[in-house]
Structures are given as structure tokens and as C-alpha cells.
């Protein structure tokens, strides 16, 4: 059986303290620390949501994790992000590997990335979710 990849790179709704799901992450992994990923930020209403983009200058912002139970709260993070093929088609987020860049170093982590279009969505110029600039 294939390893999990056990690294995991949030930068929205999982950031809030008083989030349930941000609490059990926290529960059940180790926080490895902050870093970015090149892509651009979107206020989606309730939540951001990223788009990936190597070839720009814009950076998302966020925590790293690194996951106690990989494939377990993975599991419980797909339903909370509304992805997999039990979910509503096409699915909101998709989760995919990405290079993030963390202390110097880069580090593949999984994101949950957008999956709609984004052009009627304003940009949160900052990469910053809890800072909330937007653009």
C-alpha cells in the first residue's frame, strides 16, 4: 500500500480558532509551520478559496501540518471541503500536492485547491485569509 503524503497546507477557514474542524486538525497533527504557495487568494463569500498559479509573483499564506493519521483526517477533511465522488459534481475544492515553501525549504503538501471560476470573485491581494485585504 502507497504512503500517504503527511503534510497538509491550509489557508482559510481551517486558520479560525473557533472552527471545529481547525480544532481537530489541531488534535491530530503537529503544527510544522508557516509558509506559501504560488497562486492567487478569492473571496468566495463564507470562505477563500486558492487557484495555483507557478508562473505569477502572488503568494498564499498559511500553516503547515503535519498529519498524525494522514489517510483519517484526510478523510474527514475531504467531507469538510465538500471533495470526492460522493460530493456534489463538479466538487467545490479539489485536493491536490503543491509545492509550498516553508523555512527556506520547499515541501510538497497537500491543498485544497478551487475548482470553480473565479472571475466574478474579488482577490485578496494579501494571500493573507485572516488579514483579509482584498483587491
Known amino acids: 500500500m502507497e504512503e500517504i503524503n503527511p ?4 489557508y482559510g477557514t481551517l486558520l479560525e480558532k473557533d472552527n471545529d ?7 491530530s497533527s503537529h503544527l510544522y509551520g508557516r509558509g506559501k504557495l504560488s497562486g492567487r487568494l478569492y473571496d468566495t463569500g ?3 478559496g486558492v487557484i495555483l498559479n507557478t508562473n505569477n509573483d502572488n503568494f ?6 503535519l498529519l498524525t493519521n494522514p489517510e483519517a483526517t484526510l478523510k474527514k477533511l475531504d467531507y469538510y471541503e465538500g471533495f470526492g465522488e460522493n460530493e456534489v459534481q463538479p466538487n ?9 515553501e516553508s523555512l ?10 478551487y475548482n470553480l471560476p ?5 482577490q485578496i491581494i494579501s494571500g493573507d485569509y485572516l488579514s483579509r485585504e482584498i483587491k
Open 92 to 100: 467545490e475544492f479539489v485536493r491536490r500536492l503543491t509545492t509550498i
Open 60 to 65: 498564499v499564506y498559511g500553516n503547515i501540518y
Open 21 to 27: 474542524f481547525a480544532r481537530r486538525l489541531v488534535e
Open 118 to 122: 473565479v472571475d466574478q470573485l474579488t
Open 104 to 113: 527556506g525549504k520547499l515541501l510538497e503538501c497537500w491543498v485544497y485547491e
Open 46 to 48: 463564507e470562505y477563500p
Open 7 to 10: 503534510y497538509l497546507f491550509v
